[in-house]
């Protein structure tokens, strides 16, 4: 019922900065929180950004200050701006959200919907 679709990953140098997008489709009522998480070989998988719907947002300690976590609610899109890049940074970025959704001309439900994954890599 939902898609997310993320794009803007790639190879950058270190202190570089990319900007990550990810839109949102299908019978969509609304959307409540939106975030990012990114997971690197080996690891676990780990929130790096968090919007509430009203904008209100929230970063890992790791990325404060270097990234920023925004949206477009009208075109139910995320982005995240990530500048001075580390090659630490390298991961599969993965956008999220929590989605109301229509199952019904009258009823919805709700759910939580990953994107594809997108690879960041920060390397000279």
């Known amino acids: 019922q939902v898609q997310l679709v993320e794009s803007g990953g790639g190879l950058v140098q270190p202190g570089g900065s990319l900007r990550l997008s990810c839109a949102a489709s299908?019978?969509?009522?609304?959307?409540?929180?939106m975030g990012w998480y990114r997971q690197a070989p080996g690891k676990q998988r780990e929130l790096v950004a968090h919007?509430?719907?009203?904008?209100?947002?929230d970063y890992a300690d790791s990325v404060k200050g270097r990234y920023t976590i925004s949206r477009d609610n009208a075109k139910n899109t995320v982005y995240l701006q990530m500048n001075s890049l580390k090659p630490e940074d390298t991961a599969v970025y993965y956008c999220?959200?929590?989605?109301?959704?229509?199952?019904?001309?009258?009823?919805?439900?709700?759910?939580?919907?990953w994107g594809q994954g997108t690879q960041v890599t920060v390397s000279s």
């Open positions: 299908g019978s969509i009522k609304s959307i409540n929180s």
């Open positions: 919007i509430t719907s009203g904008g209100i947002a």
């Open positions: 999220n959200a929590d989605v109301l959704y229509y199952t019904h001309i009258l009823a919805y439900s709700r759910g939580t919907y």
